[in-house]
């Protein structure tokens, strides 16, 4: 729009208008079409009256999201609120005093309902008559129906303006097939993104209703299942991004399928994240995981959860030095919360150089093989678990697959080490050890199934390089093994026979695969501190060597924290007087 220089026009978030600067894109795109009018003289083109500032974001790691009137005064309607602190939930509505329509809302923690409320809010369409079914935890068929419910006006894409009935229109007038070509003909959720899965919804509740196949394909960039693509780069041997999207791709590229590709590379040729790290999601890329307050987690490795005391002691030492949070994790190894992102490098060197290395805590990677005692210390172990569990995390170790991967070994059947909790688990019994896999923890806990009983070490590993090279390769994005083994057509009997019977005489092709990945294992975060472009990744500013100096901690039980307002007994600046105190005294 005109600035008051006359010869300078400006959009976005540079744009100061009605003393607010709009950083969102859908204000971005009406500023736009307002300078575009001003520049081909229509002088009396304004923005609307009504600012749209609903969006959905994901702010340090957390999904937030916001609609219509996100605040609201009890003159005008009723605030409906679910909140669960035990998940970090919060979600508001604000519905008319007449209960009747949806005025805005609020959502923390989870915002998968984004799209439907705020079409809903849009389009006044109907409420439930009990508002609370619109964010209360999904039952059976959902409070908001199919998506193809909303009226054919509903504007699903605001960036580019696309109606629902634009969408659906292109499939039902056959001028397109599919997700890929709806997207390229409407430009729907080709700007910011965040109606994706509303129009991906619409376009599968679309073929359905025509009695169309719908294929379960990556993203719009790749028509193809991750089984698909996997095979592809494996075939045709490709070993970067663009040359994937060069050989099977169209477009650019998103957040969805970069790090899918990605994650595919490091199964086929164990290419960690520092070989092309602008593929990479945030975790990946930092080689940590980022936390609440912007800063990093520091997680080594501590195969089986063995350490010497020497080891503890170097631990100490660092996490000291750079005033961490330490905590020993559900998977036996001790995680240093609070690091910043300028002292990674240094942390890791100072690890590397007293022999640790790369717990892949940030990736979807082997995580931990956790033990029990076993018959080393235990007077009813059968054998020895920690020895066992050492030699499986070590064989594992950066093993990149669809979702995490975990493990563990339990010296009896008294399952200390809970390893039927675990991706794989393996139980001493009296002659052998017993196998188990397709076993989580997390929100929907699943028991790991048998698959081989009182078999040799030797025999476990045959088995786990199958099972899980198998899954790596069939698996759909980010489904870890439980879900994989639920779909999987015949479940665990139908396992067994591709695991130990070798049915589809593919067994030793995976066991040659997983061999060449246990050679070519290398810690990543060695590769990263050795490499001084790569070390350049780690400045909280591109141009600076400035630190962040918006973190704010405070003391917590002899240690610091980071400040999430939720620090009993302690007003915020009382709480940042006490922390200052403590960490000069702790300094001196
Ligand atoms: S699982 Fe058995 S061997 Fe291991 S610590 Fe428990 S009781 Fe002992």
Same mark, same amino acid.
């Given at each position: 729009?005109?600035?008051?220089?006359?010869?300078?026009?400006?959009?976005?978030?540079?744009?100061?208008?009605?003393?607010?600067?709009?950083?969102?894109?859908?204000?971005?795109?009406?500023?736009?079409?307002?300078?575009?009018?001003?520049?081909?003289?229509?002088?009396?083109?304004?923005?609307?009256?009504?600012?749209?500032?609903?969006?959905?974001?994901?702010?340090?790691?957390?999904?937030?999201?916001?609609?219509?009137?996100?605040?609201?005064?009890?003159?005008?309607?009723?605030?409906?609120?679910?909140?669960?602190?035990?998940?970090?939930?919060?979600?508001?509505?604000?519905?008319?005093?007449?209960?009747?329509?949806?005025?805005?809302?609020?959502?923390?923690?989870?915002?998968?309902?984004?799209?439907?409320?705020?079409?809903?809010?849009?389009?006044?369409?109907?409420?439930?008559?009990?508002?609370?079914?619109?964010?209360?935890?999904?039952?059976?068929?959902?409070?908001?129906?199919?998506?193809?419910?909303?009226?054919?006006?509903?504007?699903?894409?605001?960036?580019?303006?696309?109606?629902?009935?634009?969408?659906?229109?292109?499939?039902?007038?056959?001028?397109?097939?599919?997700?890929?070509?709806?997207?390229?003909?409407?430009?729907?959720?080709?700007?910011?993104?965040?109606?994706?899965?509303?129009?991906?919804?619409?376009?599968?509740?679309?073929?359905?209703?025509?009695?169309?196949?719908?294929?379960?394909?990556?993203?719009?960039?790749?028509?193809?299942?991750?089984?698909?693509?996997?095979?592809?780069?494996?075939?045709?041997?490709?070993?970067?991004?663009?040359?994937?999207?060069?050989?099977?791709?169209?477009?650019?590229?998103?957040?969805?399928?970069?790090?899918?590709?990605?994650?595919?590379?490091?199964?086929?040729?164990?290419?960690?994240?520092?070989?092309?790290?602008?593929?990479?999601?945030?975790?990946?890329?930092?080689?940590?995981?980022?936390?609440?307050?912007?800063?990093?987690?520091?997680?080594?490795?501590?195969?089986?959860?063995?350490?010497?005391?020497?080891?503890?002691?170097?631990?100490?030492?660092?996490?000291?030095?750079?005033?961490?949070?330490?905590?020993?994790?559900?998977?036996?190894?001790?995680?240093?919360?609070?690091?910043?992102?300028?002292?990674?490098?240094?942390?890791?060197?100072?690890?590397?150089?007293?022999?640790?290395?790369?717990?892949?805590?940030?990736?979807?990677?082997?995580?931990?093989?956790?033990?029990?005692?076993?018959?080393?210390?235990?007077?009813?172990?059968?054998?020895?678990?920690?020895?066992?569990?050492?030699?499986?995390?070590?064989?594992?170790?950066?093993?990149?697959?669809?979702?995490?991967?975990?493990?563990?070994?339990?010296?009896?059947?008294?399952?200390?080490?809970?390893?039927?909790?675990?991706?794989?688990?393996?139980?001493?019994?009296?002659?052998?050890?017993?196998?188990?896999?397709?076993?989580?923890?997390?929100?929907?806990?699943?028991?790991?199934?048998?698959?081989?009983?009182?078999?040799?070490?030797?025999?476990?590993?045959?088995?786990?390089?199958?099972?899980?090279?198998?899954?790596?390769? !069939?698996?759909?994005?980010?489904?870890?093994?439980?879900?994989?083994?639920?779909?999987?057509?015949?479940?665990?009997?139908?396992?067994?026979?591709?695991?130990?019977?070798?049915?589809?005489?593919?067994?030793?092709?995976?066991?040659?695969?997983?061999?060449?990945?246990?050679?070519?294992?290398?810690?990543?975060?060695?590769?990263?501190?050795?490499?001084?472009?790569?070390?350049?990744?780690?400045?909280?500013?591109?141009?600076?060597?400035?630190?962040?100096?918006?973190?704010?901690?405070?003391?917590?039980?002899?240690?610091?924290?980071?400040?999430?307002?939720?620090?009993?007994?302690?007003?915020?600046?009382?709480?940042?007087?006490?922390?200052?105190?403590?960490?000069?005294? !702790?300094?001196?």
């Amino acid at each position: 729009m005109q600035t008051s220089d006359d010869s300078i026009y400006a959009i976005g978030e540079i744009a100061l208008y009605n003393q607010m600067i709009f950083g969102l894109v859908a204000p971005g795109y009406d500023m736009a079409g307002v300078a575009v009018d001003q520049i081909l003289g229509k002088t009396e083109s304004l923005m609307p009256a009504e600012i749209d500032m609903s969006t959905k974001l994901k702010l340090i790691g957390v999904d937030v999201a916001s609609f219509g009137e996100p605040f609201m005064p009890a003159s005008k309607g009723h605030s409906v609120i679910f909140e669960n602190k035990t998940q970090h939930l919060y979600k508001r509505i604000n519905v008319s005093l007449d209960g009747k329509s949806l005025l805005g809302g609020i959502l923390v923690g989870d915002a998968s309902d984004y799209n439907m409320l705020h079409q809903v809010y849009l389009n006044g369409m109907a409420i439930p008559e009990d508002a609370a079914q619109l964010i209360l935890p999904a039952t059976e068929g959902g409070a908001f129906g199919s998506a193809l419910d909303l009226p054919d006006t509903a504007q699903i894409c605001s960036c580019e303006n696309v109606s629902k009935g634009q969408i659906c229109g292109a499939i039902k007038d056959g001028s397109c097939e599919d997700l890929a070509g709806v997207i390229s003909s409407t430009k729907a959720s080709t700007s910011c993104g965040g109606c994706k899965p509303m129009v991906t919804d619409l376009v599968n509740e679309t073929l359905k209703s025509l009695g169309k196949t719908v294929k379960n394909v990556i993203c719009e960039h790749f028509e193809y299942s991750r089984q698909e693509l996997y095979g592809i780069i494996k075939i045709k041997k490709l070993t970067s991004f663009n040359e994937v999207l060069d050989t099977c791709g169209t477009g650019h590229g998103c957040e969805t399928c970069k790090p899918l590709v990605s994650s595919i590379f490091a199964s086929l040729y164990n290419f960690t994240p520092n070989k092309e790290d602008v593929t990479q999601d945030t975790n990946d890329k930092f080689l940590a995981n980022i936390q609440r307050n912007g800063t990093y987690s520091v997680v080594p490795r501590i195969a089986g959860g063995e350490i010497t005391p020497e080891g503890l002691i170097v631990l100490g030492q660092i996490g000291s030095k750079y005033n961490l949070y330490t905590k020993i994790t559900g998977g036996a190894r001790i995680d240093f919360f609070g690091a910043e992102l300028n002292d990674l490098p240094a942390i890791w060197k100072e690890l590397i150089d007293a022999g640790f290395e790369s717990g892949h805590a940030y990736g979807k990677s082997l995580r931990t093989v956790k033990s029990c005692v076993g018959s080393t210390w235990c007077r009813y172990g059968l054998d020895e678990s920690i020895s066992f569990a050492i030699e499986l995390e070590n064989r594992y170790k950066g093993l990149r697959s669809p979702h995490k991967l975990k493990g563990g070994v339990s010296g009896c059947i008294r399952e200390c080490a809970e390893a039927r909790g675990k991706d794989f688990g393996v139980i001493a019994v009296e002659g052998g050890w017993n196998l188990y896999v397709g076993g989580n923890g997390g929100a929907t806990p699943r028991h790991a199934e048998l698959l081989a009983e009182k078999i040799d070490n030797e025999t476990v590993l045959k088995y786990l390089d199958r099972y899980l090279m198998y899954y790596i390769q !069939t698996a759909a994005p980010l489904m870890r093994t439980a879900a994989w083994l639920d779909k999987l057509e015949g479940g665990i009997e139908q396992l067994k026979k591709i695991v130990i019977d070798d049915s589809l005489n593919i067994a030793s092709e995976l066991e040659k695969e997983m061999q060449f990945l246990i050679d070519a294992y290398e810690c990543e975060w060695k590769q990263a501190i050795e490499n001084e472009n790569t070390k350049k990744r780690f400045n909280h500013f591109v141009n600076s060597d400035d630190r962040d100096d918006n973190l704010v901690f405070v003391p917590m039980r002899d240690q610091k924290c980071q400040n999430t307002g939720k620090i009993k007994n302690n007003s915020y600046f009382k709480q940042i007087y006490l922390w200052k105190l403590y960490y000069q005294n !702790t300094k001196q």
